[in-house]
């Protein structure tokens, strides 16, 4: 008499958020009954979209076990892969935020988030770029819906006066476009994004504010008296009480340089705002964005984010063990 073995099944209820030892595979993907690297009699197989069964039939019972996990491998190589939104896409940091994404297919379907016509054509055009206000809740409910994580990378941008004149040595003064100030773009914007989210069922969202939130005196606040940090630590809570899994990164001075080389520093409060590393590169926080997608150590945390010198320490490898230094929720 044959022998016969049961891989487990796992129900959608159960099922973790990353692949241990059995994945979900979708119904309309092929399964791998006929697959030449199995090649063996009286293989049966039946499956629904919340859970895979396998039953085996083979006298040997070595083999049995062998063709067990090349099958949970086959498996776990169709499982979904994270569907990622930027928003502020066309920003110089979204920008490399989508990206990084883009260049990690097998991970990753990214989407981006932009306010123009022109921002979008600047990024290459692409179907997966929405264009969208985020001050206009409905505008940007199509980009949200079915996406699994969000990237927020939304930011008032102060300008300069007219007629300001560099040769005189006088400081510029700056203001904000009419509709675009922090409180429209940093409060009331990312609020819209984060209830579209909620409603969405997104699992995860990562927020990108600035150091400088704990003291309301911050040169930054007086910049065309928009109050930036103030407006922008308000989404911040608005997020952490949301009950949405997030990361909020607290970015120090943000640098246009090559990224990947430099050790990363975590912090609280403004702490390494005292000290002489308080700048990052975009490129280094649009991967600390898109890592925190990937650890449960980057969940329900906020932190302030700054980098030591090209040369001083070692460059940053290991996010799980960076996020784990983290203890603060707000």
Same mark, same amino acid.
């Given at each position: 008499? +044959?022998?016969?073995?049961?891989?487990?099944?796992? &129900?959608?209820?159960?099922?973790? #958020?990353?692949? #241990?030892?059995?994945?979900?595979?979708?119904?309309?993907?092929?399964?791998?009954?006929?697959?030449?690297?199995?090649?063996?009699?009286?293989?049966?197989?039946?499956?629904?979209?919340?859970?895979?069964?396998?039953?085996?039939?083979?006298?040997?019972?070595?083999? %049995?076990?062998? %063709?067990?996990?090349?099958?949970?491998?086959? !498996?776990?190589?169709?499982?979904?892969?994270?569907?990622?939104?930027?928003?502020?896409?066309?920003?110089?940091? /979204?920008?490399?935020?989508?990206?990084?994404?883009?260049?990690?297919?097998?991970?990753?379907?990214?989407? +981006?988030?932009?306010?123009?016509?022109?921002?979008?054509? #600047?990024?290459?055009?692409?179907?997966?770029?929405?264009?969208?206000?985020?001050?206009? =809740?409905?505008?940007? %409910?199509?980009?949200?819906?079915?996406?699994?994580?969000?990237?927020?990378?939304?930011?008032?941008?102060?300008?300069?006066?007219? /007629?300001?004149?560099?040769?005189?040595?006088?400081?510029?003064?700056?203001?904000?476009?009419?509709?675009?100030?922090?409180?429209?773009?940093?409060?009331? +914007?990312? $609020?819209?994004?984060?209830?579209?989210? $909620? !409603?969405?069922?997104?699992?995860?969202?990562?927020?990108?504010?600035?150091?400088? /939130?704990?003291?309301?005196? #911050?040169? *930054?606040?007086?910049? +065309?008296?928009?109050?930036?940090?103030?407006?922008?630590?308000?989404?911040?809570?608005? *997020?952490?009480? &949301?009950?949405?899994?997030?990361?909020?990164?607290?970015?120090?001075?943000?640098?246009?340089?090559?990224?990947?080389?430099?050790?990363?520093?975590?912090?609280?409060?403004?702490?390494?705002?005292?000290?002489?590393?308080?700048?990052?590169?975009?490129?280094? %926080?649009?991967?600390?964005?898109?890592?925190?997608?990937?650890?449960?150590?980057?969940?329900?945390?906020?932190?302030? *984010? =700054?980098?030591?010198?090209?040369?001083?320490?070692? =460059?940053?490898?290991?996010?799980?063990? *960076?996020?784990?230094?983290?203890?603060?929720?707000?």
């Amino acid at each position: 008499m +044959g022998m016969a073995t049961r891989v487990p099944s796992v &129900s959608a209820a159960t099922l973790p #958020n990353h692949c #241990n030892k059995f994945c979900r595979v979708a119904p309309s993907l092929p399964l791998p009954v006929y697959c030449s690297s199995l090649r063996l009699p009286s293989l049966s197989l039946s499956y629904s979209s919340s859970l895979v069964s396998l039953t085996l039939t083979r006298r040997n019972e070595e083999g %049995v076990k062998r %063709v067990g996990r090349r099958f949970s491998v086959v !498996a776990m190589a169709a499982s979904k892969k994270s569907t990622v939104l930027v928003t502020g896409a066309g920003g110089r940091t /979204g920008q490399i935020v989508y990206k990084k994404l883009k260049e990690r297919p097998d991970q990753y379907v990214a989407r +981006g988030l932009v306010r123009t016509e022109e921002s979008k054509q #600047n990024i290459g055009a692409a179907d997966d770029v929405f264009v969208g206000d985020i001050r206009d =809740a409905g505008s940007i %409910v199509p980009a949200i819906q079915g996406i699994d994580a969000l990237i927020i990378l939304t930011s008032a941008v102060p300008q300069i006066k007219p /007629g300001f004149d560099p040769t005189t040595g006088q400081r510029p003064e700056f203001c904000f476009d009419d509709g675009a100030y922090p409180e429209q773009v940093d409060w009331i +914007g990312q $609020k819209n994004q984060i209830d579209a989210a $909620k !409603a969405a069922g997104v699992k995860h969202i990562v927020l990108v504010g600035s150091m400088g /939130g704990t003291d309301l005196n #911050n040169p *930054l606040n007086s910049l +065309g008296n928009g109050n930036i940090l103030v407006w922008k630590r308000k989404a911040e809570q608005y *997020l952490a009480d &949301s009950g949405i899994p997030y990361t909020i990164i607290r970015a120090g001075g943000l640098q246009d340089k090559e990224g990947g080389l430099r050790e990363l520093i975590v912090g609280k409060d403004d702490e390494l705002l005292k000290t002489e590393t308080r700048t990052i590169t975009r490129s280094d %926080v649009a991967e600390v964005c898109i890592q925190a997608l990937n650890y449960e150590e980057a969940k329900f945390k906020a932190f302030d *984010l =700054a980098s030591k010198p090209e040369g001083a320490g070692s =460059a940053t490898k290991d996010f799980q063990a *960076l996020f784990s230094q983290i203890t603060t929720r707000f």
